[in-house]
């Protein structure tokens, strides 16, 4: 009888290893996939993060027309009266009637 409840004894601690073994083996399975997740969810943020958006395209292109336009008009401010006094008169006036014209020119009901 002994011998028969040794046997017993033994297949159950053999079990509970075996049980043992597949739970820390499921446990690193899930810890490597939470792993690579996380990496995935991170360059992925990178790399949108790194693009421009339509929207920003829009107002980069904008802010450029804006800027070219006033470089043309102080440079012909500049030609036509040779005063750097006029010239930061225009700056001036540009630069209280820049956002103003950009907020009358902008069509935000869009």
Do not use: C, W
């Not at 990496?39 to 980069?60: E, P, V, W």
């Amino acid at each position: 009888m002994s011998k028969e409840r040794a046997r017993r004894r033994a297949e159950r601690e053999l079990l509970a290893e075996r049980r043992l073994a597949a739970q820390q083996q499921a446990r690193h399975r899930e810890l490597a996939r939470q792993r690579r997740r996380e990496l995935r969810r991170r360059l992925l943020g990178r790399r949108f993060a790194d693009r421009r958006t339509a929207t920003s395209a829009r107002t980069k292109e904008r802010r450029a027309i804006i800027a070219s336009t006033l470089l043309v008009v102080v440079v012909l401010t500049y030609l036509m009266t040779r005063s750097v006094g006029m010239v930061i008169g225009v700056l001036l006036i540009a630069a209280v009637a820049t956002p103003a014209l950009v907020a009358v020119l902008s069509n935000r009901s869009k």
